[in-house]
């Protein structure tokens, strides 16, 4: 059994556009409706960088920026874990439009935005982050892994860790094969030792209980169909301030138990 600490935590999905916003609707105090997300390249990012910069890297830097505000730290010092389960799933397309066609000249910068630690390049490039940098896929337990990842490099490290995990959306014809509808974010700062900022203490173990899941059924469709929004239990638990226990997807029989207190 493992404890971290959270010290800054953001969320940037449909209907919820920062975490001030996604608590009183995670919570059903304010309806919740699905909409499409506003993304904008952040000011941080180079002029280049900026025009270069597709869906996964505008989510991934917005989510990973504000919890780094949140937590009042330094994005340069933070060693950090990006999880998606495909990366940019929209440049994705676009190449393998490019090469089902006649023309098969494939545009270095769609090249490049399509390797799975480019959203972590675009970050070390915008903060000037020299710290470990891991990118991981692990399709529907993406954020789970992301959680447990970052937990080990917390503890390895003795020093706060970066979690950002994000998943874009697939176009037809993909979609129909992997139907994630909308993109979805989540940014998480976790220290290995409870400091002045610390939110709340996470206590992760592994269990065979069946996953928790959320009331609202738009919530609840949302949480089935991003790998990302399997976290919705648990940053629900978090906006409720009380504590409690949660449990998410990791594994097939293998799941990720999350206690958190004070």
């Known amino acids: 059994m493992t404890t ?10 449909p209907g919820m556009n920062d975490w001030a916003e996604a608590a009183p609707r995670l919570l059903g105090q ?5 909409e499409a997300v506003r993304l904008t390249a952040p000011a941080i990012l180079p ?12 989510l991934s830097m917005a989510v990973g920026l504000a919890a780094v505000d949140d937590a009042g730290a330094d994005a340069a010092s933070l060693p950090n874990v990006f999880s998606s389960t495909g990366g940019d799933c929209e440049n994705c397309h676009s190449l393998l439009e490019v090469l089902a066609s006649d023309d098969r ?5 769609r090249f490049h935005n399509s390797v799975h630690n480019a959203p972590a390049g675009y970050w070390g490039i915008a903060t000037r982050c020299t710290e470990a940098s891991t990118s991981l896929c692990a399709y529907d337990a993406t954020f789970g892994a992301g959680l447990l990842e970052t937990a080990t490099q917390a503890l390895s490290a003795g020093k706060p860790c970066l979690l950002i995990s994000f998943d874009t959306a697939y176009p037809e014809p993909l979609y129909a094969q992997r139907p994630i509808p909308y993109p979805l974010g989540v940014g998480m700062v976790l220290s290995p030792v409870r400091t002045p900022a610390s939110k709340a203490a996470l206590r992760l173990s592994f269990t065979q209980e069946a996953v928790g899941t959320m009331e609202d059924e738009q919530l609840e469709a949302l949480r089935q169909s991003i790998p990302s929004a399997r976290s919705l239990p648990l940053l629900r638990r978090l906006a409720s301030g009380e504590p409690g226990r949660e449990v998410i997807e990791y594994l097939d029989g293998c799941h990720l138990a999350i206690e958190v207190t004070a």
């Open 4 to 13: 971290i600490y959270l010290e800054g935590l953001s969320l940037l999905g």
């Open 30 to 34: 304010q309806p919740f409706q699905a």
């Open 47 to 58: 002029p280049t960088e900026r025009r270069r910069a597709g869906t996964a890297v505008k």
């Open 105 to 109: 000249m494939v545009s270095p910068t």
